[in-house]
């Protein structure tokens, strides 16, 4: 007679295959969750660091005429943190190396893979003006007697602000710097980057040209605008 209690085959079987059904669910739905969290938290900080470089690119601009080489180099130079592997493989690869004494060399170093990384994706990394546009220099430029640049001129601004028949704006509205940073942000986590990516290129964007150049680099695209009033006047030919 069977002691009560005791377990019956069957039910040992059960037991067995509810252990296996944990573990396939922990493998297929709990990892890639935890890989997605990750990879999630991974791409906000990368947000935050490419807004605060297109503010720096726009800063840049707004110095310096909307000169694009000096806001690429201003946005690039913001993106370094996302980089600083990089530059420790200059000073021998180690997380325990002391950056304050070799900050240059890994800077350099995290710079220059920046640009290499800014170049293989001509579409999808730019810089684009989205203010002032043409119509404002047809309404308020002048050529610079310097260079014969046309510019809009920043001076007196209180006492001649009216509005251009062009562009519809005031000349104070002229003179704010509107920039979009386009980045193309390669993501770190496997599995859970190829995921992202098919579903990204094959559903939400599959007419956005910038989005589907970073795609074929693994990366996905990042998008952030900045607005600054212009300390120089702007220069008429840095804007397309």
């Not at 909307?66 to 806001?71: L, R």
């Not at 001129?153 to 562009?167: I, T």
């Amino acid at each position: 007679m069977m002691a009560r209690g005791a377990p019956t085959t069957a039910t040992a079987r059960q037991r067995g295959a509810a252990t296996v059904e944990f573990y396939l669910i922990a493998f297929w739905v709990l990892v890639p969750l935890l890989m997605g969290i990750l990879q999630l938290g991974l791409f906000m900080v990368a947000k935050n660091t490419v807004n605060v470089a297109a503010l720096n690119a726009a800063r840049a601009g707004a110095a310096s005429g909307i000169n694009p080489g000096e806001m690429r180099n201003a946005f690039l130079q913001g993106i370094l943190p996302l980089y600083a592997s990089h530059g420790m493989e200059r000073v021998g690869g180690n997380d325990f190396v002391d950056v304050s004494n070799n900050y240059g060399t890994v800077t350099t170093g995290a710079y220059l893979a920046a640009a290499k990384e800014w170049a293989l994706s001509p579409v999808g990394n730019r810089i684009i003006v989205l203010n002032p546009r043409r119509a404002a220099f047809d309404d308020f430029g002048i050529n610079r007697a310097s260079d014969r640049q046309r510019i809009i001129p920043v001076e007196n601004l209180m006492s001649n602000n009216a509005a251009g028949s062009r562009s519809g704006q005031l000349r104070s509205d002229a003179l704010l710097l509107k920039i979009e940073a386009n980045y193309c942000y390669r993501m770190v986590v496997p599995i859970i980057d190829t995921m992202i990516i098919s579903t990204l290129r094959n559903v939400f964007d599959r007419f956005d040209a910038a989005a589907q150049d970073c795609y074929l680099n693994n990366a996905i695209l990042i998008r952030s605008q900045a607005v600054v009033r212009m300390t120089v006047p702007p220069i008429q030919a840095n804007v397309r």
